[in-house]
DNA sequence: TGTTTTTTAATACACATGTATTATTAAGAA
DNA sequence: TTCTTAATAATACATGTGTATTAAAAAACA
């Protein structure tokens, strides 16, 4: 019998020298032959694993919301709205490092998306699931009551999912100017003006 | 003497013609030839008004940033802060094709710019100038006393910053979830969490 | 009309790219 | 050890790219 290596997790090794690539020269560098190479393989053995360069990007895209989603529902919620609501947005925002690669590849292929009919389906798909986990939230404190009277659940879940996204940006295009504390210490005062202390 | 055109005018045609590009084929679907080919041109000509491809670029995303202020200038201002701020932030979001096309194009050189020092300066000078503006509107409102007493003027407006780009990415990345009017009303709804009436 | 100068067009060249093909290597079971 | 098969390496090819060079065309003034 052949040679047995771990096949997913060569290709998972694979997307990661294809993030790192991303960072570095951005989506327009990443030729399967500076892949290959940053992973320290050869042309040949990269096609064993993606057959097609498009296969390599749409699995390092999906392998970003992977490790998101993984990490998200390994949480400890305890029930705590305020709580259970800031440690499941911790998740979405470049904090440290390996969240910071994250942020920054996936805007990366956010844009991309626009003009790649490949990509698109898991954008779209990100952006719903993202909607409705803040909807959850929302639909929570007003369940809970521990929201103003006069809000719009609608709105403020939009809101809330443009104020996170948008300081996500911010933050991985300018992060001289709006560094990974001051976006953290934004969202909780936003979450300070929605959610009210009765 | 020599056939006259206007070079400045030609410039602005070439760099028409890459939003184009840009909007149907990414920025890494912008190349020389496709470029001239789209503004109806020889390579040759291309290369009368543009000498590298970097220079393309470049003009190309600072006409974005000039066409926006030259709109911003030309605001009739009344005087009403409600009315002012309305005007300003009309004007950097894409509620129309114009200010549609130049947000999407913004958006991409925007992220190309983290790894394309020669982009990086204007990126940074525009977020720069737009946090700059966001502040005189909340230094106003408080000045006019038309803000709830307890608010934080920085981190309200790296708040409206974060929450009207934000609102700029969804729309231009998922337009079928989160159309022109939407992110209007949610602009709207977030002034009239901020600014009070006495 | 003829002259001058800019603009335009055409071609060339070296290089990077995605993909395909072929030979070589390595590992595990008989 | 030997054999089988997957994994790896090397090479090839057509295409697109940025840039440079050279020839042709066009326009305005004398």
Same mark, same amino acid.
């Given at each position: 019998? /052949?040679?047995?290596?771990n096949?997913?997790?060569?290709?998972?090794?694979?997307?990661?020298?294809?993030?790192?690539?991303?960072?570095?020269?951005?989506?327009?560098?990443?030729?399967v032959?500076?892949?290959?190479?940053e992973?320290?393989?050869?042309?040949?053995?990269?096609?064993?694993?993606? #057959?097609?360069q498009?296969?390599?990007l749409?699995?390092?895209m999906?392998? #970003?919301s !992977?490790?998101?989603?993984? &990490? @998200?529902?390994?949480l400890?919620?305890?029930?705590? /709205?305020?709580?259970?609501?800031? @440690?499941?947005?911790?998740?979405?925002? /470049?904090?440290?490092?390996?969240? &910071?690669?994250?942020?920054?590849?996936?805007?990366?292929?956010?844009?991309?998306?626009?003009v !790649?009919?490949?990509?698109?389906?898991?954008?779209?798909e #990100?952006?719903?699931?993202?909607? !409705?986990?803040?909807?959850?939230? @929302? !639909?929570?404190?007003?369940?809970?009551?521990?929201? /103003?009277?006069?809000?719009d659940?609608?709105?403020?879940?939009?809101?809330?999912?443009?104020?996170?996204?948008g300081?996500?940006v911010?933050? #991985?295009?300018?992060p001289e100017?709006?560094?990974?504390?001051?976006?953290?210490?934004?969202?909780?005062?936003?979450?300070? &003006?929605?959610?009210?202390?009765?």
């Amino acid at each position: 019998m /052949p040679k047995i290596v771990n096949h997913d997790q060569r290709r998972e090794l694979l997307a990661e020298a294809a993030w790192r690539v991303i960072r570095r020269e951005g989506l327009e560098g990443v030729s399967v032959r500076r892949v290959a190479e940053e992973a320290g393989m050869s042309l040949g053995s990269l096609r064993h694993y993606f #057959v097609t360069q498009s296969e390599l990007l749409a699995f390092s895209m999906q392998m #970003v919301s !992977d490790r998101v989603n993984q &990490r @998200i529902m390994k949480l400890a919620f305890n029930g705590n /709205p305020r709580h259970d609501i800031e @440690i499941v947005i911790r998740e979405l925002m /470049p904090l440290d490092e390996e969240r &910071r690669a994250e942020a920054e590849v996936w805007l990366a292929f956010s844009v991309r998306a626009q003009v !790649d009919a490949a990509l698109k389906e898991l954008s779209q798909e #990100v952006h719903g699931s993202l909607y !409705d986990g803040f909807r959850k939230m @929302i !639909d929570m404190l007003v369940k809970m009551k521990l929201t /103003p009277e006069d809000i719009d659940a609608e709105q403020e879940t939009k809101r809330l999912h443009a104020l996170v996204d948008g300081l996500v940006v911010h933050c #991985v295009l300018n992060p001289e100017r709006l560094d990974s504390d001051e976006i953290w210490r934004i969202v909780m005062y936003h979450l300070d &003006r929605i959610i009210v202390n009765r």
